[in-house]
């Protein structure tokens, strides 16, 4: 699997199924129970189309990635629980991601640089104050989330085809990767220093969570191509995603039990993060075109 050089593995893996869903026809789902949800959905602004919708703070700002229509340029966002949306686009950047965030307003996300090689670089943001993320000596570097604690999580370029993750706790790289696999993300953490993510062998991804070192594997039951976490908050609840031929679904997994987030006459629902007050956020797919954000309390 090659590197990704934009979006993030986990979104090519979104956007690769969602394609092959729209031209298979629909199956029983009944792999794991519909959780209870309250929507609130959100569209674009004018002149743009959402790309991703990430994650989501404990105030209720999600984040995620807007397409210029007229440009197509890809720049970074923020939407807030009032409605308002503030668009970002990092400094000498073709490409901007946000991704996750903490209660004191400081922002995880990603670029990739104008100038060549045009790598990727991970950063914080908070208001104004903008810091670069590099792993060091790495081509590569992705950023995915950041902690009440300021310890941060995310990827590397280890080589052209070995992608790792990371923690970052003042200034110190603690190196993440599950063994023989060609790419392991980590990619949300909790207060209590809880890393979800999941790594990829093949064409497979397996959700994980970490903690001191150790992996534990959370697999959604019968996913042909596996499985994504995406968020944990500090009460245990993982937010993740599972693919397979026919259906990508978000889901939510506490004490073992998965219960699939879908929003009714949509194609897919796909989570990309959930905070401490249990609110999930993610994107709904009528078409690979028409397509909402959202946020949810599901039960």
């Not at 959100?42 to 919708?53: D, H, K, R, W």
């Not at 993440?176 to 790594?199: E, K, L, S």
């Not at 903690?211 to 996913?223: R, W």
């Not at 897919?268 to 609110?279: D, S, Y």
Request: net charge neutral; charged share 10%.
């Amino acid at each position: 699997m090659p590197l990704p050089r934009k979006p993030s593995a986990l979104v090519l893996v979104i956007v690769a199924i969602l394609a092959i869903a729209l031209f298979v026809p629909a199956t029983m789902h009944a792999a794991a129970p519909t959780a209870s949800c309250s929507f609130n959905t959100f569209s674009a602004p004018t002149g743009y189309s959402l790309s991703a919708v990430d994650g989501v703070t404990d105030e209720g700002t999600v984040v995620g990635q807007l397409l210029d229509n007229n440009t197509q340029q890809m720049i970074g966002f923020s939407y807030s629980a009032k409605g308002v949306f503030t668009k970002y686009a990092a400094p000498q950047s073709v490409s901007t991601w946000l991704y996750g965030g903490n209660g004191s307003g400081v922002n995880a996300g990603s670029y990739q640089a104008s100038a060549y090689p045009e790598g990727m670089h991970g950063f914080l943001l908070q208001g104004s104050q903008f810091a670069t993320v590099n792993y060091p000596k790495a081509a590569n570097t992705w950023l995915f989330d950041v902690n009440q604690l300021g310890a941060a999580v995310g990827s590397f370029s280890a080589s052209q085809t070995l992608t790792k993750g990371f923690l970052l706790v003042n200034g110190k790289y603690t190196t993440i990767a599950y063994p023989n696999a060609q790419i392991t993300y980590a990619q949300a953490i909790n207060d209590q220093g809880v890393i979800a993510g999941a790594y990829i062998v093949g064409t497979v991804s397996t959700g994980f969570l970490w903690e001191d070192g150790k992996f534990t594997l959370v697999s959604y039951p019968k996913a042909k191509y596996g499985t994504a976490l995406v968020g944990v908050n500090n009460t245990g609840v993982v937010a993740g995603n599972h693919f397979s031929g026919d259906f990508g679904y978000g889901f939510i997994y506490e004490n073992g039990v998965f219960k699939n987030v879908v929003y009714p006459g949509a194609k897919f629902a796909t989570v990309g993060g959930i905070n401490n007050n249990g609110l999930v956020s993610g994107q709904i797919f009528f078409t690979l075109t028409n397509t909402l954000g959202y946020t949810a309390i599901c039960k």
